[in-house]
């Protein structure tokens, strides 16, 4: 099993930016890429930010250009860099980790307000 803890969320007014980190433990060795989607009130969960194994990374069209997503190999965490936010983006944030044979995992979420 992999276990996901995310931190970072929180209230930032607009223009604002926020970094949220997503540390994975446990059966690491699986995972084949991690991520971060997000929530908001009403609304269906999206895909914000992904990196494969091989570096790669996928962004919302919405984020494109404002947020950034990293990781670091040695401490098995996952950064999303978020700049320039709107209101729009807030949400609960969740940081999801795929793995060979073990399906998806999720952390418990972390919120992200963006408000004056």
């Known amino acids: 099993q992999v276990q996901l803890v995310e931190s970072g969320g929180g209230l930032v007014q607009p223009g604002g930016s926020l970094r949220l980190s997503c540390a994975a433990s446990?059966?690491?060795?699986?995972?084949?890429?991690m991520g971060w989607y997000r929530q908001a009130p009403g609304k269906q969960r999206e895909l914000v930010a992904n990196i494969i194994s091989g570096g790669s990374t996928n962004y919302a069209d919405s984020v494109k250009g404002r947020f950034t997503i990293s990781r670091d190999n040695a401490k098995n965490t996952v950064y999303l860099q978020m700049n320039s936010l709107k209101p729009e983006d807030t949400a609960v944030y969740y940081c999801?980790?795929?793995?060979?044979?073990?399906?998806?995992?999720w952390g418990q979420g972390t919120q992200v307000t963006i408000s004056s």
């Open positions: 999801n980790a795929e793995t060979e044979g073990e399906g998806g995992y």
């Open positions: 446990g059966s690491i060795f699986s995972i084949y890429a």
